[in-house]
Nanobody, 118 residues
């Protein structure tokens, strides 16, 4: 089992920046890929960014060029640095971990709210 705990969410103005953190514990060495997803009310959870154990990264059209995913090997933490935030980035952001891929994660955190508003 893997436990994931997100932090760093909050209220930020449009154009601002925010860094989300995901602290991982448990059977971390079984994980192939880490990812951040987000969800707004009434919509499906969508992928934001992913990183593999080989540090290959993947971004979506909405995150490419504005967000950076990274991970800390020592502290087993995955980060999502978000810049140039827009109101449409408002969502609950979830950390996820997959044993074989990022598209179908095996483990989820509980989420952290990000609100972009003036």
């Amino acid at each position: 089992q893997v436990q994931l705990v997100e932090s760093g969410g909050g209220l930020v103005q449009p154009g601002g920046s925010l860094r989300l953190s995901c602290a991982a514990s448990g059977d971390i060495l079984t994980i192939y890929a880490w990812a951040w997803y987000r969800q707004t009310p009434g919509k499906r959870r969508e992928l934001v960014a992913a990183i593999t154990m080989g540090d290959n990264t993947h971004y979506t059209d909405s995150s490419e060029g504005r967000f950076i995913i990274s991970r800390d090997y020592v502290n087993y933490t995955v980060y999502l640095q978000m810049s140039s935030l827009k109101p449409e980035d408002t969502a609950v952001y979830f950390c996820a971990a997959g044993r074989t891929n990022w598209g179908s994660p095996d483990y989820w955190g509980r989420g952290t709210q990000v609100t972009v508003s003036s």
